[in-house]
């Protein structure tokens, strides 16, 4: 499970002043992730899936570095792409 530590590491983060706001986009971008796959899946079989902790990284990441930034590209392709893997390997499985 990615935690704010890891993503203040990639994003090369030294303080602390944003932390909650971190985490309220991590926390987000895990039921984005999610629901995106399937709405009534739950976060823990989700999870199972290699894809998920990097879509979710990438996602929080990615709307904290462009928060300001007005931009066309809502979703990077990255994320789309595991997020197409992850759907077709759920619903395989289920």
Same mark, same amino acid.
């Given at each position: ?5 890891? *993503? ?13 706001? &971190?985490?309220?986009? *991590? ?5 984005? &992730? ?23 990284? *990438? ?5 904290? *570095? ?8 809502? &979703?990077p ?5 595991? &997020? ?5 390997a759920?619903?395989?499985?289920h």
């Amino acid at each position: 499970m990615v935690q704010v530590s890891d *993503l203040k590491t990639s994003m090369r983060i030294d303080h602390t002043m944003d932390d909650d706001f &971190i985490q309220q986009l *991590l926390d987000t971008a895990t039921q984005y &992730i999610i629901s995106a796959i399937d709405s009534k899946a739950e976060t823990g079989v989700m999870a199972t899936y290699e894809q998920f902790d990097l879509a979710v990284s *990438l996602l929080t990441q990615h709307w904290y *570095l462009n928060r300001q930034e007005a931009s066309s590209e809502r &979703i990077p392709v990255t994320v789309q792409a595991l &997020i197409q893997q992850m759907r077709g390997a759920y619903y395989a499985d289920h």
